[in-house]
């Protein structure tokens, strides 16, 4: 199983992939600053939000069953990380 | 009832979103497929918004807002498209089959329906008021000129934004091609007349034009009548004849025909009798844009430039027999002998 920080690098690359980001690399991607919001981080809105999690339920095969708890998961891409690490199968 | 044209964007297979296209001339293609040349859409469109935009999403924000930084901000939004936002109704349909219809991406789906590119130009113009799309094959860029023309002459509206608008997919065209109507050789654009030869080139792009009830100092013609209608059997010169009639015009006074051949002898031989019946100017477009449902555009926008330039370039002329000064033009397109379409350009 990757680390953290193996699985935060893959993550970032899988957003810009999914996003369809073209300006920015993994490295320009703060692991810890907010995915949504007005003015902050990447910016993304509920649309982006259904794409991070098809991306975590393609990619990972983890599904979120409690849809309320989709805002903690998609906080940042470190807390998208701990999740997956967390649920993901052996 | 009657339109000015006093604006216009277009982006197409030459380069016509700069303008560049009078002075450097045509683009060569040797391929059967003639994709748009396109501009750094950053200029024009939020960044953060075109990530998820489709290239048909792009070249009609890219082309609408250009038209709309040359002419005004417009009171109502009208699109023609023959196919819409295909690209993204393909690749949402190719991922429910791939996902068993499970964990299907939504961004396709919502760039998929017809009048996401009139939806998505209202938003970015913040234009509330009226907002169609018309989706009627060959017919769809006329039908859109005839719903603005009716609009401006109900007082409904002052400006109107009108575009036509198609895109090429590796998908569509190999369906089509099934039907054996892309060229298999002689590929090359410039010489798509030369020869008889069964099949045309593949074309797409976005032209748009500001129509407006007055004219403004930019203004490039007028829009004075167009004509629809589905027949195979139709006499093409007594159509034409009655339609001019209903302006108070006669083939005669026609100087300039632009007209939709494509390069295949049996499309092209319904232009014919039209060509031959009159002394006007013949001008060619389709070696310059491909064919596609809305090609059209491409021909008003072609004639609004000779009206204003008052001058045909040199690589569209078919047959030049008057020079001196360009009033009345008019375009004839048909596809498949079946769905015919005229449009009268004047000065």
Known sequence: M??????????????IEALSIEDLTPADIDADAPLFGDGEGLNLDSIDAIELVLLIEKQYHIHIDDPRTRRTILASVRAMAKFILENQKE | MKAYINAHGIISPQHTFDGAFFENGPEEYNQPQMHCIEPDYKEFINPAKLRRMSRILKMGLGAASLCVQRGTQPDAIILGTGFGCLADLEKFQYAMKAENEQLLSPTPFVNSSHNMISSQIAIALGCNGYNMTHFHAALSFENTVQDAMMLIAEDE????????????????FSITDKLNIWRKDNYN?????????????????????????????????????TH???????????EAT????????????????????????????????LENCTQANIVHYKHL??????SSAFAMWLGANI?????????????QSRKNSYSNILIYNHLNSTEHAFTVLSK
Do not use: W
């Not at chain 2, 934004?161 to 997919?169: M, Y």
């Not at chain 2, 593949?202 to 009548?225: N, R, W, Y």
């Not at chain 2, 589905?230 to 006499?235: F, K």
């Open chain 2, 189 to 225: 654009n410039m010489n798509l007349f030369n020869g008889t030869h069964r099949g045309t080139l593949m074309g797409e792009g976005a032209a748009f034009f500001i129509l407006g009830s007055k004219p403004t100092d930019g203004h490039s013609a007028q829009i004075i009548g």
């Open chain 2, 228 to 238: 629809t209608f589905i027949d195979s059997n139709t006499d093409i010169i007594g």
């Open chain 2, 242 to 273: 009655d339609f001019l009639a209903t302006l108070n015009l006669t083939l005669a006074d026609i100087d300039t025909m632009i007209l939709g051949r494509n390069g295949d002898a049996e499309n092209d031989c319904v232009y014919d009798a």
């Open chain 2, 157 to 172: 509206v002052q400006n109107v934004l009108v575009g036509g608008i198609d895109e090429i997919t590796e998908q569509l």
């Open chain 2, 307 to 319: 009206l204003q330039r008052q001058q045909i370039p040199q690589c569209t002329i078919k047959r």
């Open chain 2, 289 to 294: 844009c491909g064919e596609y449902r809305t």
């Open chain 1, 2 to 15: 990757k680390s953290e920080e193996e699985l935060i690098n893959d993550l970032k690359a899988q957003i």
